[in-house]
């Protein structure tokens, strides 16, 4: 069932579930009202009969003119004896008449309701003194409250139906206009699906202040988002394969150098070698890198977190990293104890990021410093070398960004180092800032949050 149909039939159902309470309540209340004032009415003229003194006398019974006065329409009077002898009466409906003889000895009313056809009963106990010697008995047939309230109840069934009439249009013109925009929204992203675009929505939905509106808005800014991701990963293919296309190239074009003169020419092969070597080394370090990048694409979030020892580690790393460079890597913590939450692997890799372009990009002694502000951890990475120009600063976590092609394709560099960095910091739900100054050098600095027992 559509959400349409829903709509229309729970709303319908509700006003007819409102409407018939209404309806049923006012009918009873109109026919108990009618009902009592015309027990009222029955009520007066017995006691009109009683004010006369003839009546507390049983010999007079047998009069006509006893109970004459009182014929009118649709009536009976009579007088019933102890023994259920009807002694006298007098009815102008035969209905009337039919209504079982009873002797009571006390006030009662009844109310007849013959298919539709409604006769009221009064019976009043007849005393001589304090003896019961009879009783009266009036009956009136409610011709015209019979009659009306038929009348009634034909109405408020037509009243009903019309009103579920009205419900049910009003309910197919209402939902038209609910509906609308979802079945817009509906179709726009089948269009998407369908054509593998990124169409938007007209601005017609999204400028509504409605739900539907911010529906309209949410699905706007995730077509967006998938927009830039889709061309993100093209710039990402493209960059990737020139790259892996770049040292293939260089490997070939030595290979069939070496097929051809390498056999005569030792100094030739003795390059055409180097040359290989150093590409093929640059290609395992790119497909690492990338392949690094994937799979931290692909980790889960804060699974294997755990209290990491940020001293201990960057000591660790920049001893290594002093050892196999020869140069000097100088680390400076304010407390021993910096513990943060994270996955050692992951941080280690950040260090070394950090520390290999450093010693890569200067000469200098490379100082690192580590504190602690508030919740995070502040790790302080700082050369005096080369710098970088203000420029290029923006760019720097960008895939494949390097900031002089040429000149760090003899260092090495696949330009991945600083987009695995700041990928591995987000995970952390760290920062990381570079400031530079060309000619002077560069600070970068992370900031990690601490793990609890050490904040
Ligand atoms: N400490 C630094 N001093 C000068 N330039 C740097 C420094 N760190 C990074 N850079 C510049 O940023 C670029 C990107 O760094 P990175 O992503 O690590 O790639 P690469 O593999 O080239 O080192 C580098 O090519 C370099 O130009
Ligand atoms: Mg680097």
Same mark, same amino acid.
């Given at each position: 069932?559509?959400?349409?149909?829903?709509?229309?039939?729970?709303?319908?159902?509700?006003?007819?579930?409102?409407?018939?309470?209404?309806?049923?309540?006012?009918?009873?209340? @109109?026919?108990?009202?009618?009902?009592?004032?015309?027990?009222?009415?029955?009520?007066?003229? =017995?006691?009109?009969?009683?004010?006369?003194?003839?009546?507390?006398?049983?010999?007079?019974?047998?009069?006509?003119?006893?109970?004459?006065?009182?014929?009118?329409?649709?009536?009976?009077?009579?007088? @019933?004896?102890?023994?259920?002898?009807?002694?006298?009466?007098?009815?102008?409906?035969?209905?009337?008449?039919?209504?079982?003889?009873?002797?009571?000895?006390?006030?009662?009313?009844?109310?007849?309701?013959?298919?539709?056809?409604?006769?009221?009963?009064?019976? &009043?106990?007849?005393?001589?003194?304090?003896?019961? @010697?009879?009783?009266?008995?009036?009956?009136?047939?409610?011709?015209? &409250?019979?009659?009306?309230?038929?009348?009634?109840?034909?109405?408020?069934?037509?009243?009903?139906?019309?009103?579920?009439?009205?419900?049910?249009?009003?309910?197919?013109?209402?939902?038209?206009?609910?509906?609308?925009?979802?079945?817009?929204?509906?179709?726009?992203?089948?269009?998407?699906?369908?054509?593998?675009?990124?169409?938007?929505?007209?601005?017609?939905?999204?400028?509504?202040?409605?739900?539907?509106?911010?529906?309209?808005?949410?699905?706007?800014?995730?077509?967006?988002?998938?927009?830039?991701?889709?061309?993100?990963?093209?710039?990402?293919?493209?960059?990737?394969?020139?790259?892996?296309?770049?040292?293939?190239?260089?490997?070939?074009?030595?290979?069939?150098?070496?097929?051809?003169?390498?056999?005569?020419?030792?100094?030739?092969?003795?390059?055409?070698?180097?040359?290989?070597?150093?590409?093929?080394?640059?290609?395992?370090?790119?497909?690492?890198?990338?392949?690094?990048? =994937?799979?931290?694409?692909?980790?889960? =979030?804060?699974?294997?977190?755990?209290?990491?020892?940020?001293?201990?580690?960057?000591?660790?790393?920049?001893?290594?990293?002093?050892?196999?460079?020869?140069?000097?890597?100088?680390?400076?913590?304010?407390?021993?104890?910096?513990?943060?939450?994270?996955?050692?692997?992951?941080?280690?890799?950040?260090?070394?990021?950090?520390?290999?372009?450093?010693?890569?990009?200067?000469?200098?002694?490379?100082?690192?410093?580590?504190?602690?502000?508030?919740?995070?951890?502040?790790?302080? &990475?700082?050369?005096?070398? @080369?710098?970088?120009?203000?420029?290029?600063?923006?760019?720097?976590?960008?895939?494949?960004?390097? &900031?002089?092609?040429?000149?760090?394709?003899?260092?090495?560099?696949?330009?991945?180092?600083?987009?695995?960095?700041?990928?591995?910091?987000?995970?952390?739900?760290?920062?990381?800032?570079?400031?530079?100054?060309?000619?002077?050098?560069?600070?970068?600095?992370?900031?990690?949050?601490?793990?609890?027992?050490?904040?």
């Amino acid at each position: 069932m559509s959400l349409r149909t829903r709509l229309i039939l729970l709303s319908s159902l509700w006003i007819l579930l409102i409407v018939v309470v209404f309806n049923v309540s006012l009918y009873f209340y @109109i026919s108990a009202s009618t009902t009592l004032n015309e027990t009222k009415l029955l009520w007066k003229k =017995a006691q009109i009969i009683l004010r006369n003194p003839e009546i507390h006398d049983s010999s007079n019974w047998t009069k006509p003119e006893l109970l004459e006065d009182f014929k009118e329409p649709d009536m009976m009077v009579r007088i @019933i004896a102890p023994n259920r002898d009807v002694v006298a009466g007098i009815s102008t409906h035969v209905q009337l008449s039919g209504y079982p003889v009873v002797f009571r000895s006390n006030y009662y009313t009844d109310m007849v309701n013959d298919f539709g056809f409604r006769m009221l009963f009064l019976q &009043v106990p007849i005393y001589d003194d304090d003896r019961q @010697i009879g009783q009266l008995e009036l009956g009136k047939a409610l011709n015209v &409250v019979s009659e009306w309230m038929k009348q009634l109840g034909t109405g408020l069934v037509i009243a009903t139906g019309g009103v579920l009439a009205f419900a049910l249009i009003s309910g197919l013109v209402y939902t038209q206009i609910i509906i609308r925009p979802i079945r817009e929204l509906l179709e726009s992203m089948k269009a998407v699906r369908r054509n593998r675009t990124f169409v938007t929505l007209s601005p017609k939905i999204t400028s509504q202040k409605d739900e539907l509106g911010k529906l309209g808005q949410t699905f706007n800014e995730m077509i967006e988002a998938l927009r830039e991701h889709d061309e993100k990963q093209k710039q990402f293919v493209a960059d990737a394969s020139h790259e892996l296309r770049t040292p293939l190239t260089v490997i070939e074009s030595y290979t069939s150098l070496l097929r051809r003169w390498g056999a005569n020419d030792p100094a030739l092969r003795e390059e055409a070698l180097q040359a290989i070597q150093a590409e093929t080394s640059r290609l395992k370090g790119l497909i690492q890198a990338l392949l690094r990048l =994937a799979e931290l694409e692909r980790m889960e =979030a804060e699974i294997s977190f755990q209290p990491v020892e940020a001293v201990a580690l960057m000591r660790e790393t920049a001893g290594r990293l002093s050892v196999a460079f020869e140069r000097d890597l100088v680390v400076d913590a304010a407390d021993e104890r910096i513990v943060c939450w994270g996955e050692p692997e992951p941080l280690k890799q950040l260090f070394v990021i950090v520390l290999d372009n450093a010693v890569k990009y200067s000469r200098r002694p490379v100082r690192i410093r580590l504190s602690r502000e508030r919740s995070e951890a502040v790790i302080v &990475v700082k050369d005096e070398g @080369i710098g970088i120009p203000e420029a290029d600063i923006p760019h720097l976590f960008e895939r494949f960004y390097r &900031v002089d092609k040429m000149r760090h394709r003899s260092s090495g560099g696949t330009g991945l180092g600083l987009s695995i960095a700041k990928q591995i910091v987000e995970r952390h739900n760290g920062s990381i800032r570079i400031r530079s100054r060309e000619t002077r050098g560069t600070e970068v600095e992370i900031r990690l949050p601490l793990a609890e027992e050490s904040s």
